[in-house]
């Protein structure tokens, strides 16, 4: 199951599982938009594509809550 980090590794900036606007890449590293789009879809970590992370809502996410552990060194 995807672990939905609630922030952006490169920047902190907060993205919760329920709102769009994130992506991943096959190791799970998560990017905002913003930082997707410099590192030119390309994650750093892996070289991986980053793609558009599917949002947890609902149900979904009250059973299966997202990761708390933020990714953000800084």
């Known amino acids: ?40 879809e390309r994650c750093p970590n892996c070289g991986g594509e980053l793609l558009d992370r599917p949002t947890r809502t609902g149900k979904a996410l009250k059973d299966h809550p997202a990761s708390t552990r933020r990714q953000y060194p800084g």
């Open 1 to 40: 199951m995807l672990a939905m980090h609630p922030d952006c590794a490169r920047c902190g900036a907060d993205l919760p599982a329920d709102a769009g606007g994130a992506f991943v890449c096959s190791l799970e590293c998560t990017f905002c938009a913003e930082c997707a789009d410099a590192l030119d």
